[in-house]
Antibody, heavy 121, light 106 residues
Framework: EVQLVESGGGLVQPGGSLRLSCAASGFTFSDHYMEWARQAPGKGLEWVGR??????????EYAAAAKGRFTISRDDSKNSLYLQMNSLKTEDTAVYYC????????????WGKGTTVTVSS | DIQLTQSPSFLSASVGDRVTITCRAS??????LAWYQQKPGKAPDLLIY???ALQSGVPSRFSGSGSGTEFTLTISSLQPEDFATYYCQQINAYPFTFGPGTKVEI
């Protein structure tokens, strides 16, 4: 079964850091681009960023809100995706989802259940 | 950045109704548009990609159309399990963006 499981969420103070992880199983992780999206409480979906695969030099793309503060990385040997979040703001409070990108169509075709990040003093 | 708007933002419908949701882009996004369905407390599910291609396993009552800057998602006969929030997303240009969502309720 294709599965993505996020972890690492929690309560953090403004200005703090947090590292989210996403464990992938049931598919060849290294063959896929991967992405993060988030959803603030009661709000819509927001794309956070993308990391390409090794053949594309693991290059990344970010939303404006994430650029300079968030870093997406991956470890193909561990079938894992990461989101390092620094200088966190209250507006970063959200459920964070990792998602697999379809190899042919480049859309987010498999999503994890999400992990909750709360930024509050 | 490419902005997406959706209309309506809220839709009240009954089982068996034909439902249409519109997504408009602030600039030409060619055919790089997807629709996602999200139920409360759940992650989104990909319904349609490239404007009109049905994701595997998605019922044929869902369909998509449009091009350029105006797109529609149609549910031909609303079923109880279709009550959810629907989001469009463009992947024509970075940063990718989602529409604000359309909540379909009874």
């Amino acid at each position: 079964e294709v599965q993505l499981v996020e972890s690492g969420g929690g309560l953090v103070q403004p200005g703090g850091s947090l590292r989210l992880s996403c464990a992938a199983s049931g598919f060849t992780f290294s063959d896929h681009y991967m992405e993060w999206a988030r959803q603030a409480p009661g709000k819509g979906l927001e794309w956070v960023g993308r990391i390409r695969k090794k053949a594309n030099s693991y290059t990344t793309e970010y939303a404006a809100a994430a650029k300079g503060r968030f870093t997406i990385s991956r470890d193909d040997s561990k079938n894992s995706l990461y989101l390092q979040m620094n200088s966190l703001k209250t507006e970063d409070t959200a459920v964070y989802y990792c998602a697999r990108v379809d190899r042919s169509q480049y859309y987010m075709d498999v999503w994890g259940k999400g992990t909750t990040v709360t930024v509050s003093s | 950045d490419i902005q997406l708007t959706q209309s309506p933002s809220f839709l009240s419908a009954s089982v068996g109704d034909r439902v249409t949701i519109t997504c408009r882009a602030s600039q030409d996004i060619r055919s790089y548009l997807a629709w996602y369905q999200q139920k409360p407390g759940k992650a989104p599910d990909l319904l349609i990609y490239d404007v009109s291609a049905l994701q595997s396993g998605v019922p044929s009552r869902f369909s998509g159309s449009g091009s350029g800057t105006e797109f529609t998602l149609t549910i031909s006969s609303l079923q109880p399990e279709d009550f959810a929030t629907y989001y469009c997303q463009q992947i024509n240009a970075y940063p990718f963006t989602f529409g604000p969502g359309t909540k379909v309720e009874i």
